[in-house]
């Protein structure tokens, strides 16, 4: 059995972690919140520009801009993978890199190269010593902004016409609820017309039924990079929602085992406090019997 000692340094190091945990789990109840804000602020406006776009989606042709257009030949494919940053939240990493790793390897079974893409440090420490990594980037997962949507997705588009690739593909943990995150994988380029949702009772419209200003192939040129942009910056904001909603479950998970432990420990140290005792009386009644 432990002495009285060593339990009591147990219970103190278990009590500051209880803190720790307790304090993260509240910081990260925080910035779920306003991710989730952020989330919903933006599934409102992909909700409008997706009516729009399979409203006019038969007048649409692929061949009207070359980000609409898919390969004949599909040999080289970019894996743009989401993670977090920072560690402690439960499986939210790990579930997704297995994910990765299986698409990566039917992709490959399928004889097509596969480089990947970064935003995220744990992705990229998971994955940069098995394939050809074309972008690592930095601190942009944990509060994402347009910015730096804007700027990956003209660094992927640049890439993408020039030829690099024939398919870019986004892999994320799509935000379900704080307890729960599943790895998905969409396709960014060449955009499919059916993005971020179903539309099964929007109804389309034809080119005879509506007048466009400036003409749709021009409409086009400035409209589908802009939802490219905004297809990958809502992938980031799923992704930002998901770990903070990982790491709250984590630490309230966390925070419940430790002050199960503490409550053992309590416990197992009164145990031996108590034990000292009854030896103690039992030294003095047999020392005062010899006497």
């Not at 698409?103 to 596969?114: C, I, M, P, S, T």
């Not at 980037?137 to 030829?163: C, N």
């Not at 986004?170 to 704080?178: A, G, L, R, T, W």
Request: with cysteine.
């Amino acid at each position: 059995m432990a002495s009285i000692k060593e339990y009591n340094r147990k219970l103190s190091s278990l009590k500051n972690t209880v803190k720790i945990t307790k304090t993260m789990k509240m910081v990260s109840a925080s910035k779920l919140r306003r991710a989730q804000d952020a989330e919903n602020r933006a599934k409102a406006y992909a909700h409008a520009v997706n009516n729009l776009i399979f409203r006019i989606a038969e007048s649409v042709e692929q061949d009207m801009h070359p980000l609409l257009m898919p390969r004949d030949h599909i040999r080289k494919v970019l894996l743009l993978v989401f993670s977090s940053d920072k560690g402690l939240c439960g499986g939210f990493n790990n579930n997704l890199i297995k994910y990765v790793s299986t698409r990566k390897n039917e992709l490959e079974a399928d004889g097509k190269e596969v480089s990947m893409a970064f935003c995220g440090r744990r992705g990229h420490l998971a994955f940069a010593n098995e394939v050809e990594v074309f972008k690592n980037y930095e601190g942009v997962t944990a509060a994402p902004h347009s910015r730096d949507a804007t700027a990956i997705s003209e660094e992927l588009i640049e890439a993408f016409s020039a030829g690099q690739f024939d398919e870019v593909h986004m892999v994320y943990n799509h935000f379900v609820s704080p307890l729960s995150q599943v790895p998905q994988i969409d396709q960014l380029l060449p955009l499919p017309m059916a993005t971020l949702e179903n539309h099964d009772q929007v109804e389309t419209i034809k080119a005879d039924d509506f007048i466009a200003e400036p003409a749709l192939p021009q409409l086009l040129t400035t409209l589908v990079p802009m939802l490219v942009v905004f297809k990958l910056f809502y992938a980031l904001l799923e992704n930002a929602a998901g770990e903070h909603g990982a790491r709250m479950t984590a630490m309230d998970n966390a925070t419940t085992n430790a002050s199960k432990m503490i409550d053992e420990n309590t416990l197992l140290r009164n145990r031996a406090r108590q034990a000292a005792i009854t030896t103690e009386l039992i030294e003095i009644i047999a020392g005062a019997e010899a006497l």
